[in-house]
Each structure stands twice: as C-alpha cells, then as structure tokens.
C-alpha cells in the first residue's frame, strides 16, 4: 500500500496473504496461500520523515473502520470528535444524577446498537435483491446501501412518533401552529418541567438523544466519508449539543418541532442515496434516482428553508427572556438558539450541493455520475472510485 502511495484509512482488506505477517495486527498463518480479513493498519497517507502522526484514537481501532482522523484537516477532525465526546460525557454524567432517566438512556442505547446491526444484516437481502447488476460488481454499494438503511427505518419510526406527539389531544399541533405561545400548555411555558411533565415527550427525547450519540459516533468512526464529511460532522455535533442542552435547560417542546422538521424531509434524503447506490437511475431504466431527487429537492426547501426557520429559529430567539427562570437557564437558551441557526447555514450549504447535482442531470450527466462528482468524491478509503474502477475492469 505504501508502494503505491494510495491513500487510504486504516481498514478492512481483502487480501491474498504470502509474506511477513510482521505489518498486521494479529496473527496469521502462512503456512499456505489464503485469504483471511485482516486489519491493515496503514496510515492515510504516507508519513514523511519526521513527521508526526495524528491519529491517537487507537482505542477503538480493532473495531473501527476509520480509527485516524480524515487526512485532509486531522486537526479538525479530532477537535469535533473531542467536543462531541465531551459532550456526551457531561450529558451522562447529568442524566445520571436521575437513576431511573440513566438506566432509561443505557437500555436505549442497548437496543438501538442492537437495531443497527440487525436493521445493516436484514439489509443485505433485500439489497442484493434490488441492486442492479451493474451496482452490485462494486462491493461498496451494497455496503453503503446497508448503512444507508437503518437511518431510512430510524426517519420513518422517528418521524411517526413525532407526528403522534404532536397530534395528542392535550397538544392538537398547537406547537406546530402557535410556536411562540406562553400560554399554560404553549411551546414556551415555563411554568412547568417541561421533561417531568409530559412523560412520553421525556422517554421520546432521551431516545433521540441515543440515536444522535450513535450516529456521531458512527459518522466519525464507521460511516464512508464523503464531499461533505465535515459539514456533516458539524451537524451531528450541532444537535447532539441542541438536544443534550435543551434536556437539561427543559425546553423540549421546540427540540420536538425542531426534531420532527429533520426527521421527516430526511426520509427522501435516505430513499435518494439508497437508489442512487442500488442503481435505480435513468441508465437502468428505472428513473427512481431521479423522482426522488425532484421531491427531495422540494421537500427540503419548503420544510429546512422556509418552515424550519419561521416556525423554530425566530420563535426560539423571540421566546428566550419570557421562558428563561435564572441567568443560566438564559444563557443557555442564547446558546441552543446559536446552534439552531448554525443550522439553517448548513440547510443552505446543502441546498446548494444538490443544485449542483441538479445542473448536472439537467446537462445529461447520469444520477450516479452526478452524485459522485458533487457527493461521493474520493475517499479516502477502499471506496475510493479510481481503485473500484479498476477491480471492475479487471472482474470485466
């Protein structure tokens, strides 16, 4: 691998093994040409002389996929990763001071650990079903298919529950319709626990909170990276600190309208990367890439463009003072509606990312050329398209 200066990130190979098992990280026996998967712990780059290496997170190296920082700004990468550990840590160590809360959290993060797994293994079948030929000689879009799923299936559940709390006769979507309301029962009521009030909001909040500590923690370690590794990153760190915070300082009711505009424009996010991988695109004759991208352009517009900022981001700012009880609880609320609008920055940037891919199709790029050029990118992995490009040629 160094050899060939190919940059990559310590990861799983499919190797033929015939030499000096002295570079790999556990034994293997030579006695005869085998293949065996094995951990190449290879750096994402080839380290100059004098140089040193920033990649420390070797504690979770034998499980992770991508346990050194992304070569392009390691800095960075471990900053985000710092912050968003930290942040965990503080939200923990918080919610514990609540035994029932904290087993409530560990039993979540159990079971959704467990889902992920199952939901990527169930996968499999169906998309070595769906997946068009052409798709499946290239092993990673079965893979990316498979890690794409388990987000699609969390959206729909998610997005569901949402609609439910919402809907419930003591609420009638008024925090939906009437977010800026004081009034006993309103978005912004403060003259309740918002958390120890309303039991299912309390149970659904904390199930959130695991799903996002999980997906933080899978972008920076499992998940492929791609064009958009860091503004993704920022986002999840984003609102692993929105929900963590808007826990602890009781205003769950927005974190709720905030959650249910995210969760639901995702769900055509996942249908879209799930059929750009399964190759269900114009060349194939299928067109679903291209549906969907049209309705998720839509989507994505109306609810992260237009109602996210009119129906969250103003309200919370406008609500601050009237709902705040202490300093701290102010200050805070100031800070939670930071992040809210960093949010609405990131909306844009991705807007643009999928006018880009919108040019391209219209000026007859295929969908899967056009999500690779603008999304996909090289990666710093065995993604990689040049290295996929030529397997397929030599499987041809």
């Not at 009781?250 to 190759?279: C, E, P, Q, W």
Request: contains cysteine; charged residues 20%; hydrophobic residues 45%.
């Amino acid at each position: 691998l160094q050899t060939q200066q190919l940059e990559i990130a310590p990861a799983w190979f499919e190797v033929e093994l015939s030499g000096s098992a002295s570079e790999f990280r556990r034994p293997i026996d030579f006695s005869r040409r085998t293949r065996q998967r094995v951990l190449v712990m290879a750096p994402s780059r080839p380290i100059r002389k004098g140089e040193k290496r920033v990649d420390s997170w070797r504690f979770i190296a034998p499980i992770a996929r991508y346990p050194a920082a992304h070569s392009e700004n390691p800095n960075l990468d471990n900053a985000l990763t710092i912050v968003t550990l930290t942040w965990i840590a503080l939200i923990f160590v918080s919610v514990r001071a609540d035994p029932l809360r904290w087993v409530e959290l560990l039993e979540y993060t159990v079971v959704f650990v467990a889902f992920v797994a199952g939901c990527k293994k169930f996968f499999v079948r169906i998309g070595k079903a769906i997946i068009t030929e052409k798709n499946l000689r290239a092993p990673r879009n079965l893979r990316k298919f498979c890690d794409q799923s388990w987000q699609l299936v969390i959206h729909i559940f998610m997005t569901a529950a949402e609609i439910y709390l919402l809907g419930r006769d003591s609420v009638k979507w008024s925090w939906y319709y009437e977010p800026s309301s004081l009034e006993p029962g309103g978005m912004w009521d403060n003259r309740v626990d918002q958390a120890e009030d309303d039991p299912e909001l309390r149970s659904f909040y904390l199930a959130q909170l695991v799903v996002w500590v999980v997906t933080a923690v899978s972008h920076r370690f499992f998940d492929s990276r791609h064009k958009d590794y860091f503004v993704m990153y920022s986002h999840h760190v984003a609102t692993v600190m929105l929900i963590g915070g808007s826990y602890l300082l009781g205003s769950l009711r927005i974190g709720l309208l905030v959650l249910f505009l995210h969760d639901a424009s995702d769900v055509f996010v996942d249908l879209l990367k799930m059929t750009n991988y399964a190759g269900l695109d114009a060349d194939a004759g299928y067109y679903l890439t291209e549906i969907v991208f049209v309705v998720q352009l839509g989507t994505w517009a109306y609810s992260r463009l237009y109602i996210y900022p009119l129906m969250a981001v103003i309200p919370a700012w406008n609500s601050v003072a009237p709902f705040s009880t202490n300093n701290f609880q102010l200050a805070g609320l100031y800070l939670m509606d930071s992040f809210l609008t960093f949010l609405v920055v990131l909306h844009i940037w991705w807007y643009f990312l999928f006018c880009r891919i919108l040019y391209r199709l219209v000026t007859a790029e295929s969908a899967h050329d056009a999500g690779r050029e603008e999304y996909e990118g090289d990666s710093h992995s065995e993604d990689d398209e040049h290295s996929d490009e030529a397997n397929d040629s030599k499987d041809k």
